[in-house]
């Protein structure tokens, strides 16, 4: 069973920073690719980065980039989404998911989110 856990939300003062985890099993790892995304209360889901598993390379939306930092370790199945500098702006439920490649559409597993509140 494809499981997708998130963890490291929780409630941070504008300024600060967190790293979220996202812990894979189910598949092999370094044959998909791991993005994380984000949505906002009222707001549509977007994308923030993504990593190829086999080679590392990394993507980020333009509006994310600066801020946020993803990394992979392959021997623990894990993805992170390091953010920095955190504004009231990024409070959203955080995802990760994970498909074949960067370019390819996030169908096929998520998980189940993780909440980050950014105080004022």
């Known amino acids: 069973e494809v499981q997708l856990v998130e963890s490291g939300g929780g409630l941070v003062q504008a300024g600060g920073s967190l790293r979220l985890s996202c812990a894979a099993s189910g598949f092999t790892f370094d044959d998909y690719a791991l993005g994380w995304f984000r949505q906002a209360p009222g707001k549509e889901r977007e994308g923030i980065s993504c990593i190829s598993s086999a080679d590392g390379r990394t993507y980020y939306a333009n509006s994310m980039k600066g801020r946020f930092t993803i990394s992979s370790d392959n021997a623990k199945n894990t993805v992170y989404l390091q953010m920095n500098s955190l504004k009231p702006e990024d409070t959203a439920v955080y995802y990760c998911?994970?498909?074949?490649?960067?370019?390819?559409?996030?169908?096929?597993?998520w998980g189940q989110g993780t909440q980050v509140t950014v105080s004022s």
């Open positions: 998911a994970a498909t074949t490649s960067c370019s390819a559409s996030f169908d096929d597993y």
